[in-house]
């Protein structure tokens, strides 16, 4: 398995909080994603970043910003939470060498009340 | 646009029987193109992928899919079901660029 990680794995927290879910990778591949999956619409793209400090945004990324401060960490913020951020959020990473197959962390499951 | 579509949101299967997931991807260019699995409560994990060569391509727990150009789909099939294969199925496709586009997923439910 890709040495991704996740964190946390769950989260409750209350509309207008500020949140941070953090993705970890030990695999030293330049992209890395956070995904939202929501019944009815798959997966989708938040934001992406193609190296270090340089992100880009996604299909959904409105109420969402991205840091990537070192290779291996790449943090998703939702600056104030919203009930419709419910969701359940993956990151993945990837590489040109392999024609950007994507590796998936286990997911975060984020509750917003 | 660049869309895929899996029309099948959800598939019932008696265990031991056929099934085929289907995939369509709208595109003229060149692309690659990937098969997803999810099991509950869980990430996804890679079933198989097509980049280039033969267009039969297998992939684990006896999946196999074909590549079709001109129908530009990707269709997904397993001769003979196990109860271990419920788990949702996303197809994925990369239009030449760094990401990947994903279907909505379809939910295979296998009938004992």
């Known amino acids: 398995d890709a040495g991704i990680t996740q964190s946390p794995r769950h989260k409750v927290t209350e509309t207008g909080t500020p949140v941070t879910l953090r993705c970890h990778q030990t695999e030293n591949h330049r992209y890395m994603y956070w995904y939202r999956q929501d019944p009815g619409h798959g997966l989708r793209l938040i934001h992406y970043s193609y190296g270090v400090k340089d992100t880009d945004k996604g299909e959904v990324s409105d109420g969402y910003s991205v840091s990537r401060s070192k290779t291996e960490d790449f943090l998703l913020t939702l600056e104030s939470a919203t009930s419709s951020q419910t969701s359940v959020y993956f990151c993945?990473?990837?590489?040109?060498?392999?024609?950007?197959?994507?590796?998936f962390g286990p997911g975060t499951r984020l509750t917003v009340t | 646009a660049q869309s895929v579509t899996q029309l099948d949101s959800q598939v019932p299967v008696f265990e031991e029987a056929p099934v085929e997931l289907r995939c369509n991807y709208s595109s003229s260019v060149s692309v690659y193109l990937f098969w997803y699995v999810q099991y509950p409560n869980q990430g996804l994990q890679l079933l198989l992928k097509y980049l280039s060569g033969s267009t039969l391509v297998k992939g684990i727990n006896g999946f196999e899919a074909e590549f079709n150009k001109s129908q530009t789909s990707f269709h997904l099939r397993k001769p003979s079901v196990h109860i271990s294969d419920t788990a949702e199925y996303f197809c994925?496709?990369?239009?030449?660029?760094?990401?990947?586009?994903f279907g909505t997923g379809t939910r295979l439910t296998i009938i004992p």
């Open positions: 993945a990473i990837s590489e040109v060498r392999a024609s950007y197959e994507q590796y």
């Open positions: 994925a496709v990369n239009f030449g660029n760094e990401k990947l586009t």
